[in-house]
């Protein structure tokens, strides 16, 4: 059983299209971590956030810690080809622990 | 620029063999880290090290050993590869909680 559970597992739009991809969890993280992995590499950590509410921008990505420090979003604006990739979250409980990931697909 | 290199990309390797799979960090960073990534399963910690010669199990430790003799170096041992063990390996090292993940090796266990 995940600790963090992601959805949705898989994402095709259109360049220029919204996304958003969720990571929950019933425990209450100290902070996670949101990561994205692009074929053939390892991940690269996007962002950490630490309080409950907070919301961390990151040019074309809004990432958002729920209140109780259980649950997290990532949503991308006017995706674009280059946004395609594996997005994990990873959420620190007294280690850390990561979710399955999202594969997005951003079709030119 | 910070650096996380594995050894290999791709490896094929036969049931029973030993495997040894290597990590180098060029970051003084003290904790480094193997991780096996598997769909559907995210990525699971098998060893993690927080200094030189010290190691701690992670969740998936069964059919795996770990070695770091020095600092930047940390070593993934399959001492007796098997086909349940095919997977993609990710080694990093971590400044606090910030995770520097290498390229990853794709093993192949025939």
């Known amino acids: 059983t995940q600790l963090l559970e992601q959805s949705p597992q898989f994402l095709s739009i259109q360049e220029g299209e919204n996304l958003t991809v969720y990571c929950n969890s019933s425990?209450?993280?100290?902070?996670l971590q949101w990561y994205r992995q692009e074929p053939g590499e390892g991940p690269v950590l996007l962002v950490t956030v630490v309080t409950g509410g907070e919301v961390k921008k990151l040019k074309r990505l809004t990432f958002q810690f729920g209140d109780a420090r259980k649950d997290s979003s990532l949503h991308i604006t006017a995706a674009q080809p280059g946004d395609t990739g594996l997005y994990l979250c990873?959420?620190?409980?007294?280690?850390?622990?990561f979710g399955a990931g999202t594969t997005v697909t951003v079709r030119a | 620029d910070v650096k996380v290199t594995q050894s290999s990309r791709y490896l094929v390797k036969r049931t029973g063999e030993k495997v040894f799979l290597e990590c180098v960090q060029d970051?003084?960073?003290?904790?480094m880290f193997w991780y096996r990534q598997d769909p559907g399963l995210g990525l699971r910690l098998i060893y993690f090290?927080?200094?030189?010669?010290?190691?701690e199990k992670g969740d998936i430790p069964e059919g795996y050993s770990v070695s770091r003799e020095k600092k930047e170096r940390f070593s993934l041992i399959l001492e007796s590869a098997s086909t349940n063990q095919t997977s993609m390996y990710l080694c990093?090292?971590?400044?606090?909680?910030?995770?520097?993940f290498g390229s990853g090796t794709q093993l192949s266990v025939l």
């Open positions: 990093a090292s971590s400044l606090m909680t910030k995770l520097f």
């Open positions: 090290s927080y200094d030189v010669k010290m190691k």
């Open positions: 425990s209450v993280f100290s902070s």
């Open positions: 970051m003084d960073h003290e904790n």
């Open positions: 990873a959420g620190i409980v007294y280690k850390l622990s």
